[in-house]
C-alpha cells in the first residue's frame, strides 16, 4: 500500500515535469530525475504563493481570508509557467541553446516579482522600525513648526519661516494687538488735527459774529447787520468747517468704531488663544499616520531603500537575498538544463519527429486520394458528358430520318397528281 502511494506520488510530481509516462515506460531509471525535476516545479510555486501572500498582507496592512484566493490562482499561474518551460527544453544541445535565453529571461522576470515581498518580509523588523522612526520625526517636526509660526503673545512669528499651511489662525494676538496700537496712534493724530481745526473755526466763527453784531475792532466794518462782510465772513466759518472739521471728526468716529472692535478682537484672541493652537495643532497631526498604523507596501519598500542606501553591508545582503529568491525561481530551467539530454529527451525529440512525418504522410495521403477521387469524378463527369452528347447526336439523326422519310412519303403520294394521270 504504501509503494502504490509512492508510485502515486512520483507519478503526479512528474506530470509536473511535463513527461509521458508512456515514453518514460522506455527508461525506467529515469523516472527518479523527472520526480526530482517536478518536485523543483512544485517548490517554485509553493515560493510564489507565499510571496503573493506576503504581498497581498503588507498591501492590505493584513492577513485576509480572501486572499487566499489570489494566492492559489497565483501559484498555478507559476506551476503551469514552469512545467510549459522544463517541457519545452528539450533536444539536442543546439535546440536546447536557442530555447535558454528566452526561457531564462522569463524565468528572470518572473523571479524579481517573487523575491521582493519575501526580502521585504525578511527584513521586516528593521523595516517597520525604520517606517515608525520616521512617522515620528514628521509628526515632530510639523509640531514644532505650527508651535513656531503660531507663538503665545507677546511673541510674533519668525519672519519668512512659515510657509503657506503653517499659520493656524487668521490673525495671531500680537498682530491683533499691533493692529490696536495702530488704530490708536492714527486716532490720536486725528485728535490733533481736529483739535486744532476746531480752535480756528472758532475764531472764524467769532469773528463772524462780532461782525454781524456791529462790534468795532480790527478788521471789522463796526455795522450791526447781515450785510455782506457779515455774510462772507459767515460762509469763511462754514467753509472751514466743512474742509476741516467734518473731515476729521468723521474720521474719528470711524476709527472709534475701528478701535473698539480691534479691542475685542484683541481680547478673544488672548482668551483661552493656547488651548485654541494646541487643539488645531492635534487636528493637523491627526493627518499624519502614527506609530500605531498600518504599513503599507510602498512604505516598506521606501524604508528599505533608506536603509540599504546607507549600509553597503546591508544594500549587498539584499541584493544576495533579492539573487537567492531569482535563483530559486529559475532553478526548474537550470536543472533542466544542467541535467544535459537525457535518453527520455532523445525519444521526446525522435517520437516528435516521427510524428511529424506520420502526419506528413497522412497529410499526403489524404491529398492523393481527394486527388483522385477528384480525378475520377471529373471522367466520370467528362463520360457523362459525352454519352449524353452521343445520345443527343442519335436523336438528331434520328429526326432527320424521320423527316425524310415523312417528305419521301408525301413526294410520293403527290407524284399521280403532278404527272396529270392516276394508273
Not at 516545479?41 to 510571496?51: K, M, P, W, Y
Not at 512545467?83 to 519545452?88: A, D, G, H, I, Y
Not at 475685542?264 to 482668551?271: E, L, P, S, W
Not at 549600509?311 to 549587498?316: G, I, K, M, N, S
Amino acid at each position: 500500500m504504501t509503494e502504490r502511494r509512492t508510485i502515486d506520488l512520483g507519478r503526479r510530481l512528474r506530470v509536473l515535469a511535463g513527461v509521458d509516462e508512456r515514453l518514460l515506460a522506455r527508461v525506467p531509471l529515469e523516472r527518479t530525475r523527472y520526480t526530482g525535476l517536478g518536485g523543483v516545479v512544485l517548490s517554485t510555486s509553493v515560493i510564489a504563493g507565499i510571496s503573493m501572500w506576503f504581498f497581498l498582507s503588507q498591501m492590505l496592512g493584513r492577513a485576509h481570508p480572501a486572499a487566499l484566493v489570489l494566492v492559489v490562482v497565483w501559484a498555478l499561474i507559476v506551476l503551469n509557467l514552469d512545467r510549459w518551460l522544463v517541457s519545452t527544453v528539450t533536444g539536442r544541445w543546439q535546440r536546447r541553446l536557442t530555447m535558454l535565453v528566452p526561457r531564462l529571461a522569463v524565468a528572470t522576470v518572473l523571479g524579481f516579482v517573487i523575491a521582493e515581498p519575501l526580502v521585504l518580509r525578511f527584513f521586516e523588523t528593521a523595516v517597520v522600525d525604520h517606517v515608525i522612526e520616521g512617522r515620528e520625526k514628521a509628526r515632530s517636526a510639523l509640531r514644532d513648526t505650527l508651535i513656531r509660526c503660531n507663538p503665545a503673545p507677546p511673541a510674533r512669528p519668525p519672519a519668512g519661516a512659515c510657509g503657506e499651511g503653517t499659520r493656524l489662525t487668521p490673525e495671531t494676538p500680537a498682530e491683533a494687538s499691533t493692529t490696536l496700537r495702530t488704530l490708536r496712534a492714527e486716532r490720536d493724530k486725528v485728535a490733533v488735527r481736529l483739535a486744532a481745526a476746531q480752535r480756528k473755526h472758532a475764531g472764524l466763527l467769532g469773528q463772524a459774529t462780532k461782525e454781524c453784531r456791529g462790534v468795532k475792532g480790527v478788521g471789522l466794518s463796526g455795522r450791526e447787520g447781515y450785510g455782506p462782510r457779515c455774510a462772507r465772513a459767515t460762509e469763511i466759518a462754514k467753509g472751514f468747517a466743512r474742509e476741516h472739521v467734518d473731515p476729521d471728526t468723521a474720521t474719528l468716529k470711524s476709527l472709534d468704531g475701528r478701535i473698539l472692535a480691534a479691542g475685542a478682537v484683541v481680547a478673544t484672541a488672548n482668551t483661552g488663544y493656547k488651548q485654541r493652537i494646541q487643539a488645531a495643532i492635534d487636528r493637523r497631526l491627526t493627518s499624519l499616520p502614527t506609530k500605531d498604523d498600518t504599513v503599507g507596501l510602498l512604505e516598506r519598500k521606501k524604508a528599505l531603500d533608506e536603509l540599504t542606501g546607507s549600509d553597503v553591508f546591508l544594500w549587498t545582503f539584499t541584493w544576495l537575498m533579492r539573487l537567492l529568491m531569482l535563483l530559486i525561481d529559475c532553478l526548474p530551467v537550470l536543472v533542466k538544463l544542467m541535467g544535459g539530454t537525457s535518453f527520455y529527451d532523445r525519444l521526446v525529440e525522435e517520437e516528435n519527429k516521427s510524428q511529424e512525418r506520420l502526419h506528413k504522410e497522412r497529410i499526403e495521403t489524404a491529398e492523393h486520394a481527394e486527388a483522385g477521387e477528384l480525378r475520377l469524378e471529373r471522367e466520370e463527369k467528362a463520360e457523362d458528358l459525352r454519352k449524353r452528347k452521343r445520345a443527343l447526336q442519335a436523336d438528331a439523326r434520328s429526326h432527320v430520318s424521320d423527316l425524310i422519310n415523312r417528305r419521301t412519303i408525301d413526294l410520293m403520294r403527290r407524284e399521280p397528281s403532278v404527272n396529270g394521270s392516276r394508273r
